[in-house]
């Protein structure tokens, strides 16, 4: 398949030639001294010549020195961008590069300085309705026109978008809430959550509808790797959950990082559930819920990021769907309270979790997911790590469970006598 072919070795070497005359008539002197006839210079033994000793090692250096080990840290140029660091924003081109860019900033600079002086002139006639409260339509039509103002007058700002793509939106306005929201809404965040939460059946078989008004996103530790399933202290990072997939039981054993998003001012109380969907009830035949986490009166607002539970009002208890059930769908939900003040729910004990009824809850205390709150969800599935958590968090004798038998409609026709 390949073509070979002999190649003399002085040959190469000898041939090539820079554009240095002298080099190459050296070079060709060389060659023609290696071509003289066997007759005329007789063959001569060479000695090897003794080889240059080589020079001695010294402990002075140019060169900086190397980090030892096979780690290195490649500092990095551009630091992440937070609240904690943030960065200025700088245009993508510079002024006189593009002169149509620089005419586009000009004309969206100057629509939003027109806007504003509008919006001072509603908020001015605002103020003086709110004092005088004559009329109440008016007065609502009013905020609705400032409300808008104060969003038009800064949303075509590229600083603005870029604050916003960024994660250094100033929750405080109204323009940064708007944008958040509408990309919640649109870019499919949304979107996947309520399609999975359709699809799973979690409406109707939880609750009757559910409309998400703020964004909720829940971290759980990444899986153990394979190769360290026997080791059990290993520092892992915590990470995103997509809505609807498979988690081990043992990454669910410690509460999840939950961070929200907000879109309203005002503080407003939610109540925390997880549920279990899927627990077998021998007695009926079917599946009840579990409650797993209780926890009333969150307060949340547009200023609130993370969801720190400063109190536990009935534990959580990591999931453990029971051997030889098929996947369990387990729910987390932040069911809005329709009044201002707290609710005082009491403490559910380890036995009344069984067979937890969220419609008769809600409705017993006021609880109404269709006018707003947020939900996530996921599933999961047995393995040996639930035999640990019924005996180190439960305490209980582990239950087995077999998958019940498909029932065959044509059972009776098959008793019967085909022929006479």
């Known amino acids: 398949m390949f ?20 080099q190459a008539t050296s070079s060709i002197e060389a060659v023609e001294a290696s071509v003289t006839p066997a007759a005329q210079t007789p063959p001569v033994e060479a000695t090897p010549k003794p080889a240059p000793p080589k020079p001695k090692e010294t402990n002075e250096s140019t060169e900086p020195s ?62 003086i309705e709110e004092k005088g409260a004559r009329n109440p ?26 604050k916003a793509r960024n994660g250094l939106a100033d929750m405080s306005k109204t ?22 939460i359709h699809q799973m059946n979690v409406v109707p078989d939880m609750m009757g509808s559910l409309h998400p008004s703020f964004d909720l996103r829940v971290n759980f530790p990444e ?13 892992r990072k915590y990470q995103k959950v997509e809505p609807g997939v498979y988690l081990s039981p043992e990454q669910t054993r410690k509460p999840p990082m939950m961070y929200t998003t907000v879109f309203h001012t005002e503080p407003r109380f939610y109540t925390l559930l997880m549920l279990d969907l899927d627990v077998p009830n021998p007695e009926t035949q079917s599946f009840q819920s579990y409650l797993h986490w209780l926890q009333p009166n969150i307060s949340l607002s547009s200023s609130t990021t993370s969801v720190d539970l400063p109190t536990t009002h009935t534990k959580y208890i990591p999931p453990h769907p029971q051997k030889g059930t098929p996947y369990h769908r387990y729910v987390l939900l932040f069911a809005p309270q329709t009044g201002s003040e707290a609710i005082k729910v009491p403490q559910f004990s380890d036995s009344d979790r069984l067979g937890f009824d969220y419609r008769q809850f809600a409705e017993q205390y006021g609880l109404d997911a269709s006018k707003g709150g947020a939900a996530h969800m996921w599933r999961g599935v047995w393995d040996e790590s639930v035999s640990k958590i019924y005996k180190d968090v439960l305490q209980i004798e582990e239950p087995v469970f077999a ?18």
């Open 137 to 162: 339509g008016h007065l609502e039509r009013l905020r609705e026109k400032v409300r808008i103002l104060e969003v038009q007058s800064e949303i075509n700002l590229p600083s603005v978008r870029w």
């Open 175 to 196: 323009v940064y809430r708007h944008l958040l929201e509408q990309r919640w809404r649109e870019e499919g965040e949304l979107d996947l959550l309520m399609e999975r």
């Open 3 to 22: 073509a070979l072919r002999r190649v003399n070795k002085a040959g190469p070497s000898a041939l090539r030639c820079r554009r240095n005359g002298t």
């Open 66 to 127: 190397k980090p030892k080990g096979p780690y290195r840290f490649w500092p990095t140029t551009r630091p992440s961008i937070s609240l904690e660091r943030p960065r200025q924003y700088s245009r993508p081109i510079g002024v006189g590069v593009l002169p149509a860019y620089d005419h586009a900033l000009a004309y969206i600079k100057r629509d939003s300085e027109l806007q504003k002086e509008e919006l001072k002139e509603y908020q001015a006639e605002l103020e």
């Open 403 to 420: 998958r019940q038998p498909k029932e065959d409609p044509y059972k009776a026709m098959k008793q019967e006598k085909k022929y006479l």
């Open 223 to 235: 899986p153990l790797p394979e190769d360290v399933r026997l080791r059990t202290r290993v520092r």
